[in-house]
Structures are given as structure tokens and as C-alpha cells.
């Protein structure tokens, strides 16, 4: 099979050293195994996610996005964007219809651009790497590469909010996606299609800004990770990842409670799954450890 | 308040909907408004809004202006596109409350003590520096956002959270010095400051009569 080639958006919270390098690790392997070439847009800038807005207006906001497809266009012709940061898929693909809308606003686009010897056509698809596996790649090819099924272990699929709307997977539903769930069978683990807060919002930026309503709702994602005795929790969305992960010890301060619930990427599993090392999975990226991906990844 | 709101006041006199129509993002859709409370009623911080959409949306078309602009309520937003997927009438809500919330900003009109507008304001001004978000400065910065003995405290409580992150590569002290750039970073502070004058020039437009 010749290899798929894609043009790559990482973002920022996937560079070196930033909050989700782990996920950029664990897709790399992923790739490697799925014959998946990404082909990192040269010199990418911050798309200002779901919280420029203060600073930014509409024009300088959609120039940011603009700068990466036309970039994107330049040095790879015909390829898709792929972004793995449910934000920076959101943003790049909200400025590219908000540019094929208005027709005004993307001449201004191009003015700004033009100042660094840039132009953008907007033909560019924008995809999110879940569609990329469930859309292009589909779940035949998933599990036609399973080495180690995901065996007892129980995974709650935490879709989350950017990854789902709104645009989405296709033929998956706002309100119950089952995409994750679907994908966890796939490699052999077991799933919980009524996990009922699967598409809770985490908080998003305003963990920063208002921590205690941000990890109040938290808490909810993990007690009915909990109640239906998940062993891990997957997702699609870094920013989902973080506040779900890593707040935990500051949640049980708060509340009394003893959460220690391993939150992971599907990417991680999918290179488990595929036989890879608890090093290509990005197992040490995890604050608390998701031991029994660590156990299969060791056998 | 700044010149710029006195001018707005004295050229919408009669409608605040049609300033908002005029310079909001997305602010034409407001009138569109059913009054279901669908999106009231679908936010994941609905109970924690001094307004939520729907009432936004009636206050608008009600001219309570200083109310709308100086609330609380319009930064409060968590981007997670409930309301958007819900809104029979389709009303891209997420949108006009960012929409509202910039506005605000630009008429100097924001609480002053809101977290939400300190931060997203200090995002904006990070990925402006060099391109991309530095999160070891951000983080910094949202520590010490309520001056430095208040930092100091926040610092300490997230300092367990802060050794774990840099145990799991995942946060870099180094990030403090220079840190991840564009490389064209010429041309991206060229291409950014034609588009904020492009941006300007609509405002403008829009804003107040000449010799006003």
C-alpha cells in the first residue's frame, strides 16, 4: 500500500517540552505503523485557539489561520491538513469557511498575507487526525494491525467538546458519538457506550482563568469514568487530556475524593495495541500512569 | 471610558442592536433570537452567568447596553459549542459572545477584576511575541495576573502540578529563555499588522462620524 501523505498542523502544545509533546510522540508512532507520512507544515504559527478573542478580532484571528493553510498550499500541494489539537482543527477550519463565506474578508486575508509573499487559495481540506483514522483509514485497516489486543482492559471514550462540534465525525451524532467506543472494540478493549459524560465540557481555557468551575465539572467526567469501573480514560482533544489528567490531585484536595484515573491518548493506545514500546506510546508522558497499557506494553 | 465608547453612545443613540449588528462579530445573527433558552439551558457554566445567551440576546434588543458590555456574563464562555449545535434558529452563539466580549475590550468597558478577560488578553499577547504560545511564560504570567504575593500563593499551590509536568516533559524551564518561534518572524509581525489596520479601517468605518 503506498503510504498516505498528509500536510501536518501539530500546534503549539505539541512542540518540545510543552504540555502535550506526549501526543505528538504517540502519533508519530501511530503513523509509522498505519504507513501515514506527516508532512509538518514549514514554520506554523498559533492559531490563538478558543481564547484569543480579547486581544484579537476577526481579521488578525483568521490571518493566523489563513498564514497556515496558505503555507500549507505552498509547500504542499494537494495534500489535506491534519491537525491533531482539537483547537487548532476547530480554529484552522472555522477561518477556512468563514474565508470561503465572505469573499471581503478574504481579500483582506490576502492583503495581509501579501506582505510576507503569501496567498491563499482556501481549497484546502482540514481534517482532525480521528477522521483521518476513522473516515480515511477506517477500522478494518485499524485492526487489521493489532499485535496486542487491549484485553480487559475497560476504556471510557471522552470525546469531549472541539473534536465533536461543531463539525465532527462524519455520521456521528452531537450528543452520543460513539466513534471512540467503537475505536477502543476495535482494538480489542472493552467500551462503554453509556458513558454519560462523554461529551461534558472540561472547561476548556477557563482552567486557567476560573479553576474551580472548570474542575467541578472534571470531577463529574471522573466519578462516571468511576461508576461504570473504567480502568483508563481515552481522548481525542490535549486540552480534554490536560484538565482531565493532571487536576486530579488538586480535585481530591477539594472534594475529599481519591481519584487517580489514568487519562490517555487514543493515539497511545492504538500504539500499544500495535506492539510498540511503553517509550513510543509516550506511557512516561503520563503524570498518573495508566499501568495496565504499561503491563501490555512490557509483555 | 474612552472616547471611542462616548462616540459609539452618541452614534446608536437609539438602537444598541444596530451597534451590535454594525460591530460584532457574528452581531447581526442577534436579532434572529427565538427565546427558546435552549442555549441557556445546554451551557456547561449556565448557572454561574449573571445573564445567560437568551437574556444576552433580549437585553441587547432591549438597549441595555452598559449591562450587556460591562457583564460578567459575556466572558464566561467555555467554547465548547453546546449552544451553537442546539440553537434551532442556528444563531452562532459561541461566536457573538466572543464577538460581545472583544467589543467590550475595545470600548474599555471589561470588568476589570474578570480572570477570563486577563487571560485570554495574555494569550493574545504571548502568541503575538513570537508566533507561537509559550506556556512556561503563559503560565507564568497567569500566576502573577493578580500582582506577586497573590502569584506567590498560586505558584506554591501549583507546585506539585509544576514538577510533575517537567518530570513528564511536558512543561520546560528553558522555554523561559527565547523559547519555541516562528522563523519568519518579520514577515509574521508584517502580515499581522496589515491585518489589524485592515481591521482598524473597518472599525472606522463603522465608528464614529467624521469630526465627531
Known amino acids: 500500500m503506498a503510504k498516505r501523505e498528509y500536510s501536518f498542523y501539530p500546534g503549539c502544545s505539541s512542540q518540545k517540552g510543552a504540555s502535550s509533546s506526549n501526543y505528538l510522540i504517540s502519533v508519530q508512532t501511530m503513523c509509522e505503523e498505519l504507513e501515514v507520512q506527516l508532512n509538518e507544515i514549514p514554520d506554523w ?5 478558543s481564547i484569543g478573542y480579547a486581544g484579537g478580532g476577526e ?12 503555507l500549507s498550499e505552498q509547500h504542499h500541494p494537494g495534500q489535506d491538513i491534519v491537525a491533531t489539537c482539537a483547537a487548532c482543527w476547530l480554529s484552522t477550519r472555522e477561518a477556512a469557511e468563514r474565508l470561503h463565506e465572505d469573499q471581503s474578508l478574504l481579500a483582506e486575508c490576502n492583503t495581509a498575507l501579501a506582505e510576507a509573499g503569501l496567498k491563499l487559495r482556501n481549497e484546502t481540506p482540514i481534517k482532525h487526525m480521528a477522521e483521518v483514522l476513522i473516515e480515511d483509514l477506517g477500522y478494518e485497516a485499524l485492526q487489521a494491525r493489532v499485535k496486542k489486543p487491549l484485553e480487559g482492559i475497560k476504556i471510557a471514550g471522552y470525546v469531549g467538546c472541539q473534536t465533536n462540534r461543531p463539525f465532527g465525525i462524519a455520521g456521528e451524532s452531537y450528543e452520543n458519538p460513539k466513534y471512540l ?21 472540561c472547561g476548556g481555557a477557563l482552567a486557567f482563568s476560573e479553576p474551580e468551575k472548570s474542575q467541578e465539572m472534571v470531577k463529574g467526567i471522573i466519578e462516571a469514568a468511576y461508576d461504570h469501573g473504567a480502568d483508563l480514560i481515552v481522548t481525542p482533544c490535549p486540552v480534554c487530556q490536560m484538565n482531565v489528567e493532571v487536576y486530579q490531585d488538586q480535585i481530591n484536595q477539594t472534594y475529599g475524593t481519591k481519584f487517580q484515573m489514568p487519562v490517555v491518548y487514543y493515539s497511545t493506545l492504538l500504539a500499544v495495541a500495535y506492539g510498540r514500546s511503553a517509550k513510543d506510546a509516550a506511557l512516561n508522558g503520563q503524570i498518573i500512569p495508566a499501568k495496565a497499557l504499561d503491563a501490555l506494553a512490557a509483555k | 471610558m474612552g472616547e471611542l465608547n462616548t462616540a459609539m453612545i452618541e452614534r446608536y443613540r437609539n438602537s444598541f442592536l444596530k451597534e451590535v449588528e454594525a460591530n460584532v462579530e457574528e452581531g447581526e445573527w442577534v436579532k434572529m433570537c427565538m427565546q427558546c433558552g435552549v442555549c441557556s439551558g445546554s451551557c456547561p457554566l449556565g448557572k454561574f452567568w449573571e445573564h445567560p445567551p437568551q437574556e444576552i440576546f433580549m437585553m441587547i434588543r432591549a438597549g441595555k447596553r452598559e449591562a450587556v458590555l ?9 467554547s465548547c459549542y453546546n449552544c451553537i449545535v442546539r440553537c434551532p434558529r442556528e444563531l452562532p452563539i459561541t461566536h457573538i459572545m466572543h464577538g460581545l466580549a472583544h467589543y467590550a475590550k475595545r470600548l474599555g468597558l471589561v470588568p476589570k477584576t474578570n480572570p477570563t478577560a486577563k487571560f485570554a488578553q495574555m494569550f493574545w499577547d504571548n502568541l503575538m511575541v513570537k508566533g ?33 509536568m517537567m518530570k513528564t516533559g511536558r512543561m520546560n524551564p528553558k522555554e523561559a529563555f527565547g523559547g519555541h518561534a516562528v522563523k519568519d518572524l518579520a514577515g509574521f509581525h508584517k502580515v499581522l499588522k496589515k491585518a489589524q489596520e485592515l481591521e482598524d479601517a473597518r472599525i472606522a468605518q463603522n465608528g464614529p462620524p467624521a469630526g465627531a
Not at chain 1, 504559527?45 to 485557539?49: E, G, I, Y
Not at chain 1, 481579521?59 to 496558505?70: C, G, H, K, V, Y
Not at chain 2, 460591562?70 to 467555555?78: A, F, I
Open chain 1, 45 to 49: 504559527n498559533c492559531c490563538a485557539a
Open chain 1, 59 to 70: 481579521l488578525p484571528r483568521l490571518t493566523l489561520s489563513a498564514r497556515n493553510i496558505a
Open chain 1, 181 to 201: 467506543d467503537k475505536l477502543v472494540e476495535t482494538l480489542g478493549g472493552d467500551s462503554i457506550p453509556d458513558y454519560e459524560k462523554k461529551v461534558q465540557c
Open chain 2, 70 to 78: 460591562q457583564s460578567e456574563s459575556v466572558w464566561m464562555c467555555t
Open chain 2, 132 to 164: 507561537r504560545v509559550n506556556e512556561l511564560k503563559l503560565g507564568l504570567a497567569l500566576y502573577f495576573m493578580n500582582g506577586f504575593g497573590d502569584g506567590i500563593k498560586v505558584a506554591l499551590k501549583n507546585q506539585k502540578l509544576g514538577m510533575a
